[in-house]
Each structure stands twice: as structure tokens, then as C-alpha cells.
């Protein structure tokens, strides 16, 4: 006789919260392609439960003004399996200082382990996108917005750090973009679900990890 075949263990539903700017929302992209919604897809197909994402996000945020909408959302839930945020790039596009963004990046950590039940093990920043190698940046000086992305993710990377909370590195991967019109959407400066894809890949293995 055989033995009976166990039943597989059933799939624990994981919601998830994304926090950002223009990046998170998919500026001009289908919402469908947001990296997100992509993410989500990617870890169901890997036998993780995670669900479509709440989104707390706007074209055009700093991390203040994502902190003041978060605050102002209604959304006070302290029970989210996953939380992600990508938040910097206006910041630096206005010309504010990296001291200030350390305040309000720190603060919007707590706020993201906070919505995640105080699990810092539950939350994944990704980095700051190149906007200085798209082709909305041509004419401008494209090193300086690299250097000063740089020096805006050394920030975030250190502040994940010491808050023991993950940080995927998807910059490089939105200069690997330059010049290929296929990763942008119409406007020339945010980017399309192909380039997307390949943040929600990269961030997937360390997901995988932090819900284990």
C-alpha cells in the first residue's frame, strides 16, 4: 500500500503596502506594470501569498510630503505582511539637503516598520532611480544627478542598516536603461514595465527571504 499523498500546506495570504513617489505608481505605465503589482505577481508565482498592494503614492513626493499623506490617509493598520518604499528622487530634483532626508527618511522608516506591526524584518526599501540617464535628463549634467543619486542612497542604504531593514539596489539597472527608448515611457523620464520587471526581480530573492 501507498501512503496517502500529504495535501499541501495552504498558501498564507500576505498583504502588502507600497509607499512612494511617481516611481512606485508607475508614472504613465499601465497600472498593471507598477514594479509592485509585478512584485506581487512574481512572489505568487513562487508559492508566496502575497497580495495586490495597497498604494500610498504620488507623482512628485518628497519624503515629507509622503509622510504627511500617509499621516492624512486614514489608513492606520499596524497588520501588513510586507511593506515596501522607494522615496528620494524629489528630494534631490529640488535641491534638498541629504541632512534633511536622512530626518525624514528615518522617520518614514518607523512609519513603514509601524504599518508592518513593528516588524523591521518585514520591510524592503529599494533605491533611488538615475532620472540623470533618462531622456527627459539630456542637456543637463547627467554626472552631478548621479553623483548627488549616489550620495542620497548612501544615505537611505545606512539608515536601512541601522534599522536592520533590507535595501535592494535597483539603480544600477535604470542606468543600464540609457538609451534604450523601450524602458521609458512617453514622457522620457519615468520608466515602462520592462525596466520595472527587472526592479521587482531583483527585489523577489530578498522578499523571499524576509517572509520565510
Known amino acids: 500500500m501507498y501512503a496517502p499523498v500529504p495535501a499541501p500546506a495552504p498558501v498564507v495570504p500576505v498583504s502588502y503596502l507600497a509607499l512612494g513617489d511617481s516611481y512606485t505608481i508607475g508614472e504613465g505605465a499601465p497600472a498593471a506594470?507598477?514594479?509592485?503589482?509585478?512584485?506581487?505577481g512574481l512572489a505568487q508565482q513562487t508559492g508566496l501569498g502575497v497580495q495586490p498592494p495597497d498604494i500610498i503614492a504620488r507623482t512628485g513626493w518628497t519624503t515629507a510630503e509622503l509622510q504627511e499623506a500617509?499621516?492624512?490617509s486614514g489608513n492606520h493598520r499596524t497588520d501588513y505582511g510586507l511593506v515596501s518604499l522607494l522615496i528620494g528622487v524629489n528630494n534631490q530634483y529640488r535641491g534638498q539637503t541629504q541632512a534633511?532626508?536622512?530626518?525624514?527618511f528615518r522617520a518614514l522608516l518607523a512609519t513603514a516598520v509601524q504599518f508592518a506591526g513593528g516588524r523591521p524584518g518585514r520591510v524592503v526599501v529599494l533605491s533611488i532611480p538615475d532620472w540623470g540617464q533618462t531622456p527627459f535628463a539630456k542637456g543637463r549634467d547627467q554626472n552631478q544627478i548621479g553623483l548627488e543619486i549616489d550620495q542620497f542612497n548612501a544615505v537611505?542604504?545606512?539608515?536601512?542598516?541601522?534599522?536592520s531593514i533590507a535595501f535592494v539596489d535597483i539603480t544600477f539597472l535604470t542606468r543600464s536603461a540609457a538609451g534604450d527608448a523601450?524602458?521609458?515611457?512617453?514622457?522620457?523620464?519615468h520608466y515602462a514595465g520592462p525596466q520595472m520587471r527587472l526592479w521587482a526581480q531583483q527585489a523577489l530573492p530578498v522578499v523571499q527571504g524576509l517572509l520565510k
Do not use: K
Open 182 to 189: 523601450s524602458q521609458f515611457v512617453n514622457d522620457g523620464l
Open 70 to 72: 500617509v499621516q492624512g
Open 100 to 104: 534633511l532626508y536622512r530626518i525624514e
Open 33 to 40: 506594470d507598477r514594479w509592485p503589482v509585478q512584485l506581487a
Open 156 to 163: 537611505a542604504r545606512d539608515e536601512c542598516r541601522q534599522a
